[in-house]
């Protein structure tokens, strides 16, 4: 997608120390990604075309936020506009009056949109009751023993290898301005769409509106998605109804989120990027993105490594950083390649079970979580590194 991924409804209590007086603000968050999900609240960084902001302390920042971010403003102006009561299936004006009233005027306010265009692409969504239902049954979740009977395929390795000798040109280029490898540019093409040939068949109007108004718990993330898009509609002059893509509203070769395209999206030549129908674009904007993202360039990813099945496995932290040095994973046993002279880097053991039944055991470092601000499912970014390693 860029797919779906984990979204998160942040509460912030605030104190004003020497006083009874307590702010209590409800935040929608997106913490993933879709390539483009990352209108985000993780890594002290809350990303937003027009104001990209630095957080470094949890309380000035959140008034930092407040004070400044449209993208906040327009979450919480919205947090209202969800509707209780889920429409039926195929329903056009699925979207209240109400909800279309506050929708607009935000719209309006924070992104500039016309009044009448937005009324009028929300009168054209249509409500998709399957999008729900796959939201809350995501793939990424099967257990990695599927999941990598499913993705590592010698039709998506093949197809693959012929993809990246037919765009060697490209990538070469890519890798060298954003310092992100070609075979990993490849492998997110890969799984998110086939190297071009799956983008989705969900009207990204209908996606983006569906959830919006028919997703309570993530409808601020999606409601500010949808403004992007129409963002893009009326700069680009595109049909509001024409573009498919993902049923959670993510589009093209790579799987942008809106806002992503807005953000990331860069064009091989002086026009409008377009990651839909030229690969050149999108392998440059998804290795835009992972620049964009902290990619370092040089470091490991990840690297197999033998961990005894006797052993218990220790619990893996939540996908944001590495908190234990070589040094650490040397000392509780596990076996160093001689080139990792760098013992200070920062790596977390990951212990599955493959689709052959048999353990697999990798340390994954930085640039393996920077891999996951594109899709924070775990199984997601060893499929992305595991494909690479195969191309």
């Not at 040094?327 to 013992?343: C, E, I, K, T």
């Not at 990798?362 to 390693?389: E, G, K, M, Q, T």
Request: glycine share 6%; hydrophobic share 40%; proline share 5%.
């Amino acid at each position: 997608m860029v797919r779906p991924s984990v979204f998160g409804l942040a509460e912030q209590d605030v104190s004003d120390h020497g006083t009874t007086n307590t702010i209590i603000v409800k935040i929608m968050v997106a913490t993933s990604t879709f390539a483009g999900e990352k209108q985000c609240f993780s890594n002290s960084r809350l990303t937003h075309k027009d104001s990209p902001l630095r957080l470094n302390h949890p309380i000035k920042g959140f008034f930092t936020m407040l004070k400044n971010s449209s993208l906040l403003l327009f979450s919480i102006a919205l947090a209202g506009c969800v509707s209780t009561q889920p429409p039926t299936a195929g329903q056009r004006d699925f979207v209240t009056a109400n909800q279309t009233a506050q929708f607009v005027a935000n719209a309006q306010l924070q992104f500039g949109l016309n009044p009448a265009m937005v009324e009028a692409s929300l009168a054209q969504a249509v409500y998709q009751p399957k999008i729900i239902s796959l939201m809350n049954r995501k793939f990424e979740a099967q257990p990695w023993a599927v999941y990598q009977a499913h993705m590592m395929t010698a039709n998506r390795i093949s197809q693959g290898k012929a993809f990246a000798s037919a765009n060697k040109v490209i990538l070469t280029q890519a890798q060298s301005t954003y310092g992100v490898p070609a075979d990993i540019v490849v492998a997110i093409i890969g799984v998110e769409t086939m190297y071009g040939t799956n983008q989705g068949n969900y009207r990204v109007l209908d996606s983006l509106a569906t959830l919006s108004f028919g997703y309570p718990k993530r409808a601020a993330f999606f409601q500010s998605e949808l403004a992007n898009y129409l963002v893009l509609c009326q700069k680009n002059h595109w049909d509001v109804g024409q573009l498919k893509g993902s049923y959670a509203g993510a589009f093209g070769i790579g799987q942008f989120m809106p806002s992503s395209y807005r953000q990331y999206a860069v064009s091989a030549t002086e026009q409008s990027p377009d990651i839909s129908s030229k690969p050149s674009d999108a392998i440059l904007s998804v290795a835009h993105y992972f620049a964009g993202h902290g990619w370092i360039k040089g470091q490991p990813i990840a690297i197999s490594v033998h961990w005894p099945a006797s052993k218990s496995v220790p619990t893996l932290p939540k996908m944001t950083q590495p908190k234990h040095d070589l040094r650490y994973w040397q000392a509780v046993g596990v076996a160093l390649p001689a080139n990792l002279s760098d013992l200070s880097m920062k790596a977390e053991l990951v212990v599955e079970t493959g689709s052959a039944g048999q353990q697999q055991a990798w340390l994954i470092f930085h640039n393996f979580y920077v891999i996951a601000r594109y899709n924070p499912s775990l199984n997601y970014s060893l499929a992305v590194f595991c494909l690479s390693d195969q191309l």
